[in-house]
């Protein structure tokens, strides 16, 4: 960035505007991670409940193989 031509006031107008949107643009991303991850555990919990349906023991899923 070059050098910001605008007095000092305007300076720290720009900085608190820009210091303003790194606040609004982080708190959306992290309701929009927390809103992924109450989807990615939803999807989790109805795996299990499919795989307990048909008996597919949790040691033996892929997911707990990975891990081990």
């Not at 990615?40 to 307990?52: K, M």
Request: proline residues 3%.
């Amino acid at each position: 960035m070059a050098g910001f031509r605008g007095s000092d006031e305007q300076l720290q107008r720009e900085i608190e505007t820009l210091e303003s949107m790194g606040r609004i643009r982080v708190r959306r991303v992290a309701q929009e991670l927390r809103e992924i991850d109450r989807d990615l555990a939803d999807l989790r919990r109805e795996r299990a409940r499919r795989r307990a349906a048909v008996g597919v023991p949790a040691s033996e899923s892929p997911a707990h193989r990975a891990e081990a």
